[in-house]
């Protein structure tokens, strides 16, 4: 069994961070299987975005207490696995 990683922080997390900067960041986790962003308005949902080539903010947006699963093989683009209502959540 593989032991996962500890809680790690980062500056490319940042709300005020760049595309780019997440970009990149994301590119070099690339040895990861997966990756937990817990995060804020806008940037939560502008990485998002950015990720599944949506231009539109208004085609995707994150409710607070929101989830929503991306899938991605290079950290350049992704696709939307699913997206789940705070309410389901029970929040």
């Known amino acids: 069994m593989v032991e996962p990683d500890a809680l790690k922080l980062d500056d490319a997390l940042l709300n005020e961070t760049s595309a780019r900067q997440f970009a990149g960041w994301l590119r070099s986790r ?3 299987r997966h990756v937990l962003l817990v995060g804020h308005a806008p940037s939560l949902a502008e990485h998002a975005r ?3 080539s949506v231009g539109d ?3 995707l947006w ?3 207490g929101g989830l ?3 899938e991605t093989e290079d ?3 992704a696709v ?4 789940i209502a705070p309410k389901l959540l029970g929040g």
């Not at 939307?80 to 997206?83: A, N, R, V």
């Open 68 to 70: 929503a699963c991306l």
């Open 57 to 59: 903010p208004e085609a």
């Open 50 to 52: 950015a990720l599944l």
């Open 75 to 77: 950290g350049r683009s």
């Open 62 to 64: 994150l409710s607070k």
């Open 80 to 83: 939307l696995k699913f997206l």
């Open 30 to 32: 690339s040895e990861a």
